[in-house]
């Protein structure tokens, strides 16, 4: 922290116009995490769909389908990430929109990430990571994606 | 000070000192003098309100009951667990189930698939709990089971597993959380809409006062919104709020308060502000004793005691730097036996992201035993009363608890506050904001936002994996006692309960003791009791 006063700079919200779906896929029912991302995305601009608890993945696959959205965000607290976002992942090739990029978060051991990378997921986010840096990487990846798609 | 400002090698940021607020936002004076006291604790332990503790002779009379929880993958596994535990000296035996037991799923249903065994042990049947008691007798331990939901459903089949070895249920101790209350608000294994759920905890609480007395039926529990993000003072309101919920719906179904209400029990987490802890559970028992008295008309002082278990560890344990968690239990456990907690559960320093380890477990009830008989500070009840900052946060605590239940009374109640998505939306909003905290280094956690070394962001542990050939075996297990057992009886035994439960003035326990002797499932149970019912449609609210 500085004590000397800047001149504020004015930026647009990092998700501003980004629709984003928070799901808990599976039996779990900690869903804090996924409301606090949801609050932290939707005060970072974006559009925040929240599925609630227990949804299969196919469901969560339809809705992102459904709801033209940007990114989706899987939290899965149970140990059962392996299971849940292969099957996410697939229902979402199903359903011919694997160009969604899929986010992870919750209790995923550091040995688990390259699997979850591997299956085709874009970040794996863990629940000592400031809400700020999670937001960020969401947004640096969806620029990334955007620009891609233009070039 | 100055010690706090000692840089070790490679810390990301600079702790910010000691606050004078604590975790619930109560600010603290400088120094606290007898005249700042504005109540205190005139009355002796043992007796009303009971702010210094509920017996007069506190842990000398009797020793907090050591529990861990634990259970894993196949009724086998844990029970070979249990058998270890004992062995060790552990006093009670703690049961945690998997989702699919919790959530009413059998392991054949598409939706259990890749969560059998994982969280807990899979009791989808008496068969299971057979063999998870298989040579541990029912009479001499007390058994404490994590179950909501189907709380009412698994405490059938302990009773039903003790009959079919010709024991007396009235003989059983132990404990069902039974809690589906903060199910809807920070656990999620919610099944049924709200009031039939409420119905289901009623009718298991009155069945249990005649059947097996010695059996607490309820653990009205704070410890899962205070994990999700709420403070101490919250956790205590929302808890007690709760807790008026369930003796109205007791009232409404008939039962006796001076009778039930001396089964009630309650069950919270312990975090690190120890003063606090020690406060928030003075205050609890204060304020649980006069409401009785003063809007029940309770007179029997077991009827007004405020009995509780804690676990200590939960969400105050981070990953980074896991050894850390060790000294944080140990702190919290001291804070729960100065406070006068009847049960304590310490969490394993790895708990933050695995299972424990057998060697994790150990060190966790080592670290009871250590604060029991080496520490001293169990030698005389409430050792900390008198201190003026205690009784001055005591005092000041129990308005802060009053004024949030007054809110929640002021909603409409603790069923409507859920229903409509209110509280769920508050504890969201709070464990946002604490977040935020964290994330700032306003709320200092040692190894994470503070002296956190960038080399080890992440503890190298022993990691605990859960045998992949289990749930087979579990689906095996199943299939055979699907072929074996009466289908004729089972489909009678389902049919009267569904019967029973389309009839509001039929106690539900019968039928369900009567279906789990069947062997019917308890996927089958649910399933009919949410043709009835129907299911909890989760308002989203943020």
Known sequence: MSDTIETPVISAPPLRGKRILVAKPGLDGHDIGAKVIALALRDAGAEVIYTGLRKSPGFIARVAVDEDVDAVGLSILSGSHKELVADAIAALADQGASNIPVFVGGTIPEEDVAMLLALGVTAVFTADMKLDDVVAAVAERLAERLAERQA | ?542
């Open chain 2, 1 to 542: 000070m100055t010690a706090l400002k000692q840089k070790p090698a490679r810390d990301t940021e600079e702790p910010k000192g000691i606050s004078p607020m604590t975790p619930s936002g109560i600010e603290v004076p400088r120094v606290v003098t007898a005249g700042m006291v504005a109540r205190g604790a005139p009355e002796q332990p043992g007796e009303f309100p009971f702010t210094r503790g509920i017996f007069p002779d506190g842990f000398r009379g009797r020793a907090w009951t050591m529990r861990q929880y634990s259970g894993f993958g196949t009724a086998e596994e844990s029970n070979e667990r249990y058998q270890f535990l004992l062995r060790e000296g552990q006093t009670g035996l703690s049961v945690a189930l998997d989702l699919p037991t919790q959530c009413g799923y059998d392991p054949t249903d598409p939706m259990a698939r890749s969560e059998i065994g994982k969280v807990g042990v899979s009791l989808s049947n008496l068969s299971e709990m057979e063999i998870l008691f298989d040579g541990i007798d029912l009479t001499k331990i007390s058994t404490s089971f994590t179950i909501n939901g189907t709380a009412a459903l698994i405490y059938a089949m302990y009773v039903a597993c003790a009959e079919r070895r010709g024991i007396d249920p009235g003989l059983l101790t132990g404990t069902i959380q039974n809690d589906i209350l903060k199910e809807y608000v920070a656990r999620g294994t919610w099944i049924f809409p709200v009031r039939p759920s409420m119905r289901l905890t009623a009718d298991s609480i009155l069945y249990a006062n005649r059947t097996t007395p010695r059996f607490n039926p309820i653990s009205i529990a704070g410890a899962h919104m205070r994990d999700a993000g709420c403070n101490a003072v919250e956790e205590m309101a929302y808890t007690l709020s709760n807790g008026i919920a369930y003796v109205d719906e007791l009232l409404r179904r008939g039962g006796d308060v001076e009778k039930f209400a001396k089964r009630l029990s309650f069950f919270f987490y312990v975090h690190m502000d120890l003063f606090e802890e020690v406060a928030k559970f003075r205050a609890g028992r204060r304020i649980w004793a006069e409401l009785m008295q003063a809007r029940y008309g309770v007179s029997d002082p077991k009827a007004q005691m405020f009995r509780f278990g804690v676990v200590c560890g939960g969400s105050s344990l981070v990953a980074p730097q896991p050894q850390n968690n060790i000294v944080r239990v140990a702190i919290e456990t001291l804070a729960a036996v100065l406070a006068g907690a009847q049960s304590i559960f310490t969490c394993a320093y790895d708990e933050a992201f695995q299972i424990p380890t057998e060697s994790s477990a150990e060190i966790a009830l080592r670290t009871q035993q250590i604060v029991a008989l080496e520490s001293g500070v169990a030698r005389t009840v409430d050792a900390l009363g008198g201190s003026h900052y205690l009784e001055w946060l005591t005092d000041e605590t129990e308005r802060r608890i009053r004024a949030q239940m007054d809110e929640v009374e002021a909603y409409g109640g603790a069923v409507k506050a859920i229903e409509d998505g209110w509280l769920q939306m508050r504890l969201a909003q709070r464990a946002h904001e604490r977040k935020r905290q964290i994330d700032s280094g306003a709320f200092p956690v040692v190894g994470l936002n503070v002296f956190r070394k960038a080399e080890e962001t992440r503890g190298a542990v022993e990691v605990f994996r859960i045998d992949p050939k289990a749930s087979r075996r579990i689906v095996e297990k199943y299939e055979a006692v699907m072929d074996r057992r009466d289908a004729a009886v089972v489909a009678r035994a389902l049919d009267r309960l569904g019967a029973a439960a389309a009839q509001d003035a039929e106690n539900l326990m019968p039928y369900l003791v009567e279906c789990c002797h069947a062997y019917a499932t308890v996927g089958e149970m649910v399933a009919r009791l949410k043709g009835c019912w129907g299911e909890f449609q989760e308002p989203i609210r943020l």
